[in-house]
């Protein structure tokens, strides 16, 4: 038995050594569901479990026990077998390190990818310093597996979020590449993906684009349309148009990545779901919160075919179709989706990992949109303690939570408190990124709106210019977040009585968000309200009440009837017509009382008799 079990070893590793080695590699799992969660500032729209029906927390008594029982053994043979393949892995490393040759330096590339997947981070890290020695010093620095060993470096610090160390790798690699395989090679367009990744996790939009249009250009050059690995650089590229706003071009090169998984694949597979899962964010984002459920609820149903219920991409799916049921005004079921999210993601990686953390920053802004602001704090304070454990407090994940924090506090109107925590987000944000990026504008700008709310409306002025100087200068003029900052701006020169500057701002926001997201848009609504209470508070009462009407018939649209937008937007027009009805209504009298004291004409009680007639009316 010991003979053929080597027999079989050796043509194993003789077909291994025959089969040509992979240069296009897979996003690992962990970088893929970072890049589906949202756990962005409190909106959800950049940004984060009560149990499903036929799931039980306790149950009765012998069942019960039963059932924990089969989950423990379940989670023990799992540990076993993990534990098992690893040790499998390294002594066939070890086998193939002691033959030396190349396929040494790929073991243990491999190898270390493999635990990096395992999450054994520290061996991970040991094992890929290895194979870089290793094939520097039997392959040479100018090298193919050398260069390989940086790819898989870098997507490795990816998946772990040291985005600073993932871009050097990959640019090593290309460095390398560029000389020994030219620009027009497939081994180039996997590290430019990787560094456009990496530069995406970054937040450095720009950069992200310039690289991953280089990938897709030599995959579409080599492969063709009809290729997985096309469609996944198409994915990263439209992943980047979503963040920079350009929604009608990332669900465009969505689509065209959506056609070539269906056509290879086919519609149930686990890529296909992954790319539905993708157009479902970008939906999402532009406010089409119904076609993003939608897509979302396919990705779903592949995924529960294919790698069942308990798996993380299963538990993304849930992540991601809770921000369009949020969108949509519908909370309850927002936070059924992000609760079995949380109920799968502890069951698989236990209550301390990233992905956790993520998800109860998402359950967290349900609470908060819910009015819930002193549980929506709880929830953020617990995982804001995850990610200062994981990250430390320079990582943006621990950013967005403690923006989320600080809107909590100043719901809770606990202003200086919120001021806090915005301020050490902005903290963390300049020493991450710098003055010049779009996180740090918009803490710039929850700071200008924290200002507004203690009455220094000349420090709010203040902090929402710089933030809009900051998108105009790293987003440019045409895009979603400078609308939404002159939608700030204009609140602030609001606030400050300057009516003028606050129509302007107003205005150019108005043009931003048609071109953008079109006209039938929340953010849309929300300036065109902003600049009716302004048109009030100037006295043009007419261009008030278009505003209001205009913006209201977007929130019913869009949100519904019951949605807390829509309410406000129906009580504040009612409120508008019921005072301008009133001012007619006295009028009118004035006039009657003018013409029963001889100070006015006969003809004068007639008028005031239709005056009071339309105000009525």
């Known amino acids: 038995q010991q003979q053929q079990q080597q027999q079989r070893q050796q043509r194993q590793r ?45 149950g009765g008594g012998g069942n019960s026990t039963g059932a924990q029982n089969v989950e423990r053994i379940n989670t023990e043979l799992k540990d076993f077998m993990i534990s098992r393949l690893r040790e499998m892995v390294l002594a066939l490393t070890e086998e193939e390190v002691a033959k030396g040759g190349e396929n040494a330096a790929m073991a243990l590339r491999a190898t270390a990818t493999l635990l990096v997947g395992c999450r054994e981070e520290a061996l991970a890290r040991d094992m890929f310093n290895k194979a870089l020695a290793y094939a520097r010093s039997h392959c040479g620095e100018q090298h193919m597996e050398t260069a390989l060993v940086h790819v898989s470096m870098g997507e490795a610090f990816l998946a772990m979020d040291e985005v600073e160390n993932s871009q050097e790798s990959f640019r090593k690699a290309l460095k390398i590449l560029r000389a020994t395989v030219g620009e027009k090679h497939l ?89 539905y899962n993708m157009l479902g964010v970008a939906y999402n984002s532009r406010g089409d919160f119904t076609k993003s459920l939608q897509m979302h609820q396919k990705a779903l149903k592949i995924y529960k075919a294919t790698v069942g219920e308990e798996h993380p991409d299963t538990a993304a799916t849930y992540n991601n179709m809770g921000n369009p049921y949020n969108g949509l005004g519908d909370h309850a079921k927002a936070l059924q989706m992000f609760e079995h999210a949380l109920k799968i993601l502890e069951k698989t990686f236990g209550s301390k990992d990233s992905s956790v953390a993520v998800t109860l920053n998402n359950i967290g802004n349900i609470q908060y949109n819910q009015g819930q602001y002193a549980k929506s704090l709880k929830t953020y304070e617990r995982a804001l303690r995850l990610f200062d454990k994981i990250y430390g407090e320079h990582h943006p994940h621990t950013a967005s939570t403690s923006i989320n924090m600080g809107n909590a506090y100043s ?36 700071i200008g709106s924290t200002y ?17 100087r900051i998108f105009q200068v790293t987003l440019g003029e045409n895009v979603i977040d400078t609308g939404r900052a002159y939608t700030s701006a204009g609140n602030a020169y609001d606030r400050v009585g300057d009516y003028a500057n606050a129509l302007k701002m107003y205005q150019k926001a108005d043009r931003i968000f048609e071109t953008t997201v079109g ?62 009805a009133h001012h007619i209504a006295f009028l009118a009298d004035a006039a009657d009382d003018l013409a029963e004291s001889g100070g006015a004409t006969a003809a004068r009680p007639a008028a005031g008799q239709r005056a009071r007639k339309k105000g009525g009316k």
């Not at 590699?25 to 959800?44: E, Y």
């Open 14 to 58: 003789q077909r291994q050594r025959a089969r040509p080695w992979r240069l296009e590699q897979r996003p690992g799992r962990r970088s893929r569901r970072a890049a589906q969660h949202t756990p962005a500032h409190r909106h959800v729209a950049n940004d984060r479990h009560a149990l499903t029906p036929g799931s039980s927390s306790s």
């Open 187 to 275: 081994a180039m367009a996997t590290a430019y993906d990787g560094l456009g990744r990496a530069y995406e996790r970054a937040g450095e939009h720009d950069m992200s684009m310039k690289n991953c249009e280089k990938a897709l250009q030599i995959r579409l050059a080599l492969l063709g349309q009809k290729s997985q690995d096309t469609a996944r650089v198409q994915n990263h590229l439209a992943m980047a148009y979503t963040s920079k706003g350009n929604y009608a071009k990332a669900v465009e090169l969505h689509r065209l990545a959506l056609e070539a998984q269906v056509a290879t694949l086919g519609d149930d597979h686990p890529e296909t779901a992954n790319t």
């Open 411 to 446: 719901y809770l109107d606990n202003k200086p408190k919120a001021l806090e925590m915005y301020q050490r987000a902005l903290r963390t944000l300049v020493a991450l990124v710098g003055e010049n990026h779009p996180d740090t504008a918009r803490a710039y700008g929850n």
């Open 452 to 468: 507004s709310h203690l009455g220094q409306f000349d420090k709010s002025l203040e902090n929402h210019k710089r933030a809009l």
């Open 519 to 580: 006209s039938q848009h929340p953010d849309s609504a929300r300036n065109i309200y902003n600049m009716g209470n302004t048109y009030l508070h100037s006295y043009e009462v007419a261009k008030a009440l278009k505003m209001f009407d205009r913006s209201l018939k977007v929130f019913r649209a869009m949100l519904g009837d019951s949605h807390p937008q829509t309410v406000a937007a129906t009580q504040i027009l009612q409120s508008v017509c019921g005072m301008v």
